[in-house]
Structures are given as structure tokens and as C-alpha cells.
T-cell receptor, first 115, second 114 residues
Framework: DGGITQSPKYLFRKEGQNVTLSCEQN?????MYWYRQDPGQGLRLIYY???????QKGDIAEGYSVSREKKESFPLTVTSAQKNPTAFYLC??????????????FGPGTRLTVL | AQSVAQPEDQVNVAEGNPLTVKCTYS??????LFWYVQYPNRGLQFLLK??????LVKGSYGFEAEFNKSQTSFHLKKPSALVSDSALYFC????????????FGRGTQLTVWP
């Protein structure tokens, strides 16, 4: 059954801790994306990757880091430098590379709460 | 700069009535437009897209959208709303020069009451 999985579904972090959100896809998609969703603000792009071992900053990359060592995986680390990390995080993927037409497919999301 | 506007935060409609969720865009280049739906605490689901051709596109669950280049709009419509259509709807635009990234509107909460 093809799709995008995100784990965990809920994550709690103490201030000053780094946490890593997992995103895995078995759709054989080249491109992967991370978005942050806050109430009333829509989706904001954090990072995206068009190909393995390459990624670009989105609109709100400060305080976040990513890696793309495998085509299937695009983990997001929320560092202690991110001052307001409580949000709903969504991972997405699309294909083929550089296509302007194809829609993005979304995972179920991870809700991060800072205690 | 590319941007998408959804001028209504909330749309309320009675079941069985037609519904419209509005979207306007501002891009430099040819737009590729998308509608997504989100149910509470879930990811986004793709509804439909406009790439080229017929200005009226049909999508999932009976939804359709009309592309209007002169008004830079891409409104989502459904002839007869269902209570189960109640959800958060997002319009998004992609432009060819931006390596596939999407720009999203802020979302419109649709409530269909029985």
C-alpha cells in the first residue's frame, strides 16, 4: 500500500531539546517537502528536496535542519534555536523531478508540543 | 512574489445548497493551481488541479473549479453540499520557475449544516 508515513503522530518536547520528525515515502517520488501549519496561517514551507543529497531552504528554515540521504526518507530536526516550535508538521512528496504539474501527496502529520 | 489569497476564513452553507470557496492568485508566469482538503488532525488530500486547457476542471467528491485568467481566480464549487464536506480547504499555486514548490493560501473553513 503506497503512501507517506510520518512518525510520531504526537511529540512532546522540553525547551532546549532537539527533536527529529520522521517522514518516509514508498511512492518512488523524487521531491519531498516539509511544511509547518499554524491555525489561520495556512502551510508554510520549511525545507524541500528535489533529489537525494540536495535540499533547499523554504520560507521559514531558521531553527530547522534536514537531511536527504535516501530517496525514501526526509527527516526534519527541530532544534533548540526554533523559538516557537509548537505546530502541526506536514511532510509531502511529488514526482517527477522538476515537474510543474504533479500534485503533492501529504503524510498524516506530526503534532509537536513544547512543554 | 507568488501569493494566493482565500478571502473568506469561513464559509457556511446549508446541506443541499451550492457552495463556493474563493481563491485568487498573484504570480509571475503561468500558474498551475490546486485545491486540497484537510479534515481535523489529518494531512491534506488532493481534490483537483488546473494545468491547461478547459477552464472548468472536475475533481474528487463532486467538486469542480473554474479558472479565470482575467480575474486571476480559481474558485472551488460544488452543486449540492453535504455535511461530510465540512473541512478546511486550501488553494495552492505552483509556478514553473520555482522548482515545483507550492504556495498555499491560509485556508477556508467550510461548514455545511444539516
Amino acid at each position: 500500500d503506497g503512501g507517506i508515513t510520518q512518525s510520531p503522530k504526537y511529540l512532546f518536547r522540553k525547551e532546549g531539546q532537539n527533536v527529529t520528525l520522521s517522514c518516509e515515502q514508498n511512492l518512488n517520488h523524487d521531491a519531498m517537502y516539509w511544511y509547518r501549519q499554524d491555525p489561520g496561517q495556512g502551510l508554510r514551507l520549511i525545507y524541500y528536496s528535489q533529489i537525494v543529497n540536495d535540499f533547499q531552504k523554504g520560507d521559514i528554515a531558521e531553527g530547522y535542519s534536514v537531511s536527504r540521504e535516501k530517496k525514501e526518507s526526509f527527516p526534519l530536526t527541530v532544534t533548540s534555536a526554533q523559538k516557537n516550535p509548537t505546530a502541526f508538521y506536514l511532510c509531502a512528496s511529488s514526482s517527477p523531478i522538476r515537474s510543474t504539474y504533479n500534485e503533492q501527496f501529504f503524510g498524516p502529520g506530526t503534532r509537536l508540543t513544547v512543554l | 512574489a507568488q501569493s494566493v489569497a482565500q478571502p473568506e476564513d469561513q464559509v457556511n452553507v446549508a446541506e443541499g445548497n451550492p457552495l463556493t470557496v474563493k481563491c485568487t492568485y498573484s504570480v509571475s508566469g503561468n500558474p498551475y493551481l490546486f485545491w486540497y482538503v484537510q479534515y481535523p488532525n489529518r494531512g491534506l488530500q488532493f481534490l483537483l488541479k488546473y494545468i491547461t486547457g478547459d477552464n472548468l476542471v472536475k475533481g474528487s467528491y463532486g467538486f469542480e473549479a473554474e479558472f479565470n485568467k482575467s480575474q486571476t481566480s480559481f474558485h472551488l464549487k460544488k452543486p449540492s453540499a453535504l455535511v461530510s464536506d465540512s473541512a478546511l480547504y486550501f488553494c495552492a499555486v505552483r509556478v514553473g520557475s520555482t522548482l515545483g514548490r507550492l504556495y498555499f493560501g491560509r485556508g477556508t473553513q467550510l461548514t455545511v449544516w444539516p
